[in-house]
């Protein structure tokens, strides 16, 4: 992804970014935990999968995606007092 600077960024191009970014967070945080579940229930069934490794791995991105998050709302904070 290409990311720019949050502060060259107008109030409404970050809200914009803020609404998307937490909606994609949230939705890969209930597939990762949904695929888990899955994953686990599978290994139950049939014996160990390698395929539980992928929700971990993959869990790698919502930490990032939370950091953003939190700059974007300290921008949004910071535009905000300036107009």
């Not at 899955?38 to 290994?43: E, G, H, K, L, T």
């Amino acid at each position: 992804m290409n990311q720019q600077e949050f502060s060259n960024l107008s109030f409404e191009e970050l809200k914009k970014k803020q609404t998307s970014i937490k909606t994609i967070t949230w939705m890969l945080t209930i597939v990762l935990i949904g695929s888990l579940g899955f994953f686990i229930y599978i290994s139950i069934q049939d014996g160990f999968t390698p395929l539980l490794a992928v929700p971990f791995a993959l869990s790698a991105i919502l930490p990032i995606n939370f950091k953003n998050l939190k700059k974007l709302k300290t921008e949004i904070e910071l535009k905000k007092i300036k107009i």
